[in-house]
Nanobody, 121 residues
Framework: QVQLVESGGGLVQAGGSLRLSCAAS????????MGWFRQAPGKERKFVAA????????YYADSVKGRFTISRDNAKNTVYLQMNSLKPEDTAVYFC??????????????WGQGTQVTVSS
């Protein structure tokens, strides 16, 4: 059974930083591209960042470029999202997702339950 478990969310002031982690189990992690998405209250879930299985390529939504960094440790079956210079508009539930093969900004095979990130002004 595939499980993706996010952690690291919380409450932070604007300008602060958080590091999200997503631990994967039940799959061959190095075979999967990984992504982060977020969903603000009353809004659709949106793509944030993605990383290829090797970690050599990363992709970001324009709204987070230069502030967020996605990375992975295939030895630990974990993907990370380092979030710096946080803004109130970054407030959302953040989800990690796994997709066999190449990365995508939409279609993923497995999803985590999400972790809340709240940025106060």
């Amino acid at each position: 059974q595939v499980q993706l478990v996010e952690s690291g969310g919380g409450l932070v002031q604007a300008g602060g930083s958080l590091r999200l982690s997503c631990a994967a189990s039940g799959l061959t992690f190095r075979s999967y591209a990984m992504g982060w998405f977020r969903q603000a209250p009353g809004k659709e879930r949106k793509f944030v960042a993605a990383i290829t299985w090797s970690g050599l390529r990363t992709y970001y939504a324009d709204s987070v470029k230069g502030r967020f960094t996605i990375s992975r440790d295939n030895a630990k079956n974990t993907v990370y999202l380092q979030m710096n210079s946080l803004k109130p508009e970054d407030t959302a539930v953040y989800f990690c997702a796994a997709r066999v093969g190449s990365y995508s900004i939409e279609e993923y095979d497995y999803w985590g339950q999400g972790t809340q990130v709240t940025v106060s002004s």
